[in-house]
């Protein structure tokens, strides 16, 4: 198992309501990403960040949001909950170096919008 | 940006056969290519992952071969045991978003005894 936690385990929410979710980054990490899984989907990529700065962001609308803190833990934050917004939201903690980065997963969270 | 396609989506094999899953890639640059693990209900495992300076790795039961002037890459697992069984993603770097992986749809491979 990897050190990348994540928390909660499981959310359920309504429609147009925001939500926070959290991710510990492995030791030793500098780097987190975060992805959007929906069911019977590969992982979607939504942003990464890098040092405390967004590092590049995939075709996801603003309310999807993030911050990362300077021990390299990170938040998603989603607002307006839609229907569509249901998913499994993964972390992923890796060590910049170079060109590309090994990636290490969490858990995830499964978040219900209803 | 970067296209991943996945094939089979499922795959079925008896135990003691090989599997074999392939992904082709749109994007010239990309260099990075990690295949992973998905269990019902657990995190994605990282399984193996190939750079574009080497055209195959291999660990074990699991081998990852990689040709770059076609842009496709493939798993494949010998010997298949039972809890090979899990949904196989394959992932590109996209070079337009960091490193943000790019994944696949998924293989579902099931492994019967």
Do not use: M
């Not at chain 1, 990529?45 to 609308?61: A, C, H, K, L, T």
């Not at chain 1, 307006?80 to 170079?98: H, T, V």
């Not at chain 1, 090994?102 to 219900?112: C, D, E, M």
Request: glycine fraction near 8%.
């Amino acid at each position: 198992e990897t050190g990348v936690t994540q928390s909660p385990t499981h959310l359920i929410k309504t429609r147009g309501q925001q939500v926070t979710l959290r991710c510990s980054s492995q030791s030793g990490h500098n780097t987190v990403s975060w992805y959007q899984q929906a069911l019977g989907q590969g992982p979607q990529f939504i942003f990464q960040y890098y040092r405390e700065e967004e590092n590049g962001r995939g075709n996801f609308p603003p309310r999807f949001s993030g911050l990362q803190f300077p021990n390299y833990s990170s938040e998603l934050n989603v607002n307006a909950l839609e229907l569509d917004d249901s998913a499994l939201y993964l972390c992923a903690s890796s060590l910049k170096s170079g060109d590309t980065d090994t990636q290490y997963f969490g858990p995830g969270t499964r978040l219900t919008v209803l | 940006g970067e296209n991943v396609e996945q094939h089979p989506s499922t795959l079925s094999v008896q135990e003691g056969d090989s599997a074999v899953i392939k992904c082709t890639y749109s994007d010239s640059a990309s260099n990075y290519f990690p295949w992973y693990k998905q269990e019902l209900g657990k995190r994605p495992q990282l399984i193996i992952d190939i750079r574009s300076n080497v055209g195959e790795k291999k660990d074990q039961r699991i081998a990852v071969t990689l040709n770059k002037t076609a842009k496709h890459f493939s798993l494949h697992i010998t010997e298949t045991q039972p809890e090979d069984s899990a949904v196989y993603f394959c992932a590109a770097t996209s070079n337009q978003a960091g490193t943000a992986l790019i994944f696949g749809k998924g293989t579902t491979l099931s492994v019967s005894s």
